[in-house]
């Protein structure tokens, strides 16, 4: 088995978050979103993450943090001279540039999930197998592409981003490729479709049983700054806000503060504070504090505090 991660999303909607840092990099609590996705995947199975070349500079550094013993290779993609590209294209590029002939797993590189990979790879390994979230709200459902469930968990339909969806089951984008249904996945990726939901439409369009994992859990997909901040919900425990609050903080919202940092004095609302950042004395409304930067006895809403700028936020 081999597991691809493409990586190469450019995090628009998180600008400036990702002037700098390329999404999937972003640090999630101490260490990148990609360094927690890597934990769910056993240190055995070899793992490729598909990047573009504007950003593969980072993704080597990053390499570097990791343990000697884990099998992770970057593939670079090369644009089409179409330019239609998107995951599906890199994955079909990368599967035929690697001669990969393994059974697959893919993970998205921007989104978290609750489960392990061992607890993913159940029922029959030779059928497809999707991993799928219900939504709390049916409205937001509209921004993914969104799953009709059989009680049986089998895929009965899929529909991608519906103005009107039928149900708050959404495919998170991650997948298990049978060797035999490679071709499938090629001849996507050679019609430049750019979704990974086009890959389910087209499985379901040849009759193919996909398999359904229901995900329980927290589940994020990091588009945004909301799912960014709620990503970092469970990272900090009730311990460490007490300790927080013991240093004359207001905390309110989802705050999460780097062990490495010092706030004291201070209100937080909905912020990020990175390692070796010092707040004193201030006020902080939904900010995003980068490390060893200083804010003290000011007031500040919506912005990232970096030694480089400061930046508004959305």
């Known amino acids: 088995m081999h597991v691809l991660i493409p990586a190469g999303g450019r995090g628009v909607r998180l600008r400036p978050l990702t002037n700098a840092c390329p999404k999937p990099l972003l640090p999630l609590g101490d260490r990148a979103i990609l360094s927690h996705i890597l934990?769910?995947?056993?240190?055995?199975?070899?793992?490729?993450?598909?990047?573009?070349?504007?950003?593969?500079?980072?993704?080597?550094?990053?390499?570097?943090?990791?343990s000697s013993t884990r099998n992770v290779q970057l593939y670079v993609e090369q644009p089409r001279l179409t330019g239609l590209n998107g995951p599906v294209v890199a994955l079909?590029?990368?599967?035929?540039?690697?001669?990969?002939?393994d059974d697959l797993v893919i993970f998205m590189g921007d989104s978290v999930s609750p489960f392990r990979l061992g607890e993913f790879l159940g029922g029959?390994?030779?059928?497809l197998r999707l991993a799928a979230f219900q939504l709390p709200d049916l409205r937001d459902a509209s921004r993914f592409g969104v799953l009709e469930i059989t009680d049986e968990d089998l895929v009965l339909g899929f529909e991608e981003k519906p103005a009107a969806?039928?149900?708050?089951?959404?495919?998170?984008?991650?997948?298990?490729?049978?060797?035999?249904?490679?071709?499938?996945?090629?001849?996507?990726?050679?019609?430049?479709?750019?979704?990974?939901?086009?890959?389910?439409?087209?499985?379901?369009?040849?009759?193919?049983?996909?398999?359904?994992?229901?995900?329980e859990g927290a589940w994020q997909d990091i588009g945004t700054f909301s799912a960014y901040l709620e990503a970092h919900r469970a990272l900090a425990p009730g311990a460490v806000l007490q300790s927080l609050a013991a240093l004359g903080n207001q905390l309110s919202g989802v705050v999460y503060v780097h062990p490495g940092?010092?706030?004291a004095g201070s209100t937080l609302t909905n912020c990020i504070v990175g390692e070796g950042a010092r707040v004193e004395n201030a006020q902080l409304t939904n900010c995003v504090i980068h490390p060893r930067v200083h804010v003290t006895d000011r007031v500040v809403r919506d912005s990232l505090l970096s030694l480089e700028a400061e930046l508004a936020l959305g």
């Open 39 to 66: 934990d769910r995947i056993p240190a055995e199975l070899p793992v490729t993450v598909l990047v573009t070349e504007e950003v593969a500079p980072a993704f080597e550094s990053w390499k570097m943090t990791l």
């Open 92 to 101: 079909a590029d990368c599967i035929r540039d690697r001669a990969i002939d």
């Open 124 to 127: 029959d390994s030779r059928t």
């Open 165 to 215: 969806p039928r149900s708050p089951w959404i495919f998170t984008g991650c997948l298990r490729v049978p060797r035999a249904q490679l071709g499938v996945l090629t001849e996507v990726g050679e019609g430049s479709l750019p979704q990974m939901g086009h890959l389910v439409e087209r499985y379901l369009e040849l009759g193919q049983t996909i398999e359904v994992f229901r995900v």
């Open 261 to 263: 940092a010092h706030v």
